[in-house]
């Protein structure tokens, strides 16, 4: 079956609940600039410094960068960001 582990919620479901998962904002860069679908800019995406993501993810090996190209390391991200520093 699968395991759902170390996701990122901004508010509890209520059909899957998994270990080490996060309830909360995520603090991403522009969380008012999200168009429409596929019209967004994957920047605004980002997270800021004291997001809740931040090193909360489940390390896989196999994924050694981000989205944007940053190198993820043993406490990754939660998300296609991994936050390298700064806001």
């Known amino acids: 079956g699968w ?7 901004s508010s509890r479901p209520t059909a899957i609940n998994g270990p080490n998962d996060v309830i909360g904002n995520p603090l991403f860069k522009n969380a008012n600039g999200f168009p429409a679908a596929g019209q967004g800019d994957p920047e605004n995406y980002q997270i800021l410094a004291g997001s809740p993501a931040i090193d909360a993810a489940y390390y896989v090996p ?26």
Do not use: K
């Not at 395991?3 to 919620?9: E, G, P």
């Open 62 to 87: 196999e994924f050694n960068d981000d989205y944007f190209g940053n190198h993820r390391y043993a406490d990754p991200d939660i998300g296609a960001h991994e936050h390298v520093g700064g806001t």
């Open 3 to 9: 395991t759902y582990s170390n996701n990122m919620y």
